[in-house]
């Protein structure tokens, strides 16, 4: 228990270049201390002893801000900076050498049972208030970018950004270059779609005058006869 105790705080110094000494990093990392309330209702949660599991990550989110479900299967050399807002489901599955920031969610879809959160592979960094909902996987070695709401699964050695998130990219190679110059605009192509159906319909109309007045003219010269 106290060798891992070791690799966590080492783990804090590794990550954070504001960490100054153990003794500042014991007593005010938040994220050090949601993590070793997790190990404590995990223990709790495996025992079947869930209200007792609760009610120690409910301590632990009062205190620290960071809200990890006792359920949570958590691996080595995990790190919160900062860790506000953190939110962490029954289901998720986290690997080795994971680094969350503020605000992020590790959340599920729908009401569905089973598994409903997401498998963080070994060595992923997720950003502050990036969103990962689902029950898929994000591989190992992946980038989850600020804000980015992840809702499928990313392969390994990737660089997820945006709204839905996306592969932009992967083992090193830019996959989807975002021109920043040609952006498109939904609006203006909504009204260039109104006015081409506009200008149908006017051709149709003035079709269908031209076809009325022909044939009035056509009858007027065969009255005449």
Not at 12 to 39: C, I, M, Q
Not at 175 to 186: F, I, M, Q, T, Y
Request: positive net charge; glycine residues 10%; aromatic residues 8%.
């Amino acid at each position: 228990m106290f060798s891992r105790m070791k690799e966590d705080i080492a783990t804090v110094f590794e990550n954070d270049p504001a960490a100054r000494s153990w003794f500042e990093v014991v007593l005010t990392y938040s994220g050090l201390h949601a993590l070793w309330a997790h190990r404590v209702a995990h223990w709790f949660y495996k025992k079947k002893w869930f209200t007792v599991a609760r009610i120690i990550s409910q301590v632990s989110r009062f205190m620290t801000g960071i809200e990890i479900h006792p359920g949570a299967v958590i691996g080595r050399r995990f790190f919160i900076d900062h860790g506000m807002g953190v939110v962490i489901g029954e289901t998720c599955e986290i690997g080795d050498d994971v680094l969350l920031y503020h605000g992020v969610t590790l959340g599920g879809t729908g009401k569905e049972k089973g598994k409903r959160h997401p498998t963080i592979g070994n060595n992923v960094v997720i950003s502050a208030g990036a969103k990962v909902t689902g029950s898929f996987k994000v591989g190992d070695n992946s980038r989850i970018g600020t804000n980015a709401v992840v809702l499928q699964e990313v392969p390994p050695n990737s660089t997820v950004v945006g709204i839905p998130g996306r592969v932009v990219k992967r083992d090193g190679v830019r996959v989807d270059r975002l021109a920043h110059d040609n952006l498109p605009d939904p609006v203006i192509d909504m009204f260039r779609n109104l006015q081409q159906q506009i200008d149908d319909l006017k051709r149709q109309l003035e079709m269908e005058k031209m076809k009325h007045t022909n044939g009035g003219a056509l009858k007027h010269d065969a009255q005449s006869v």
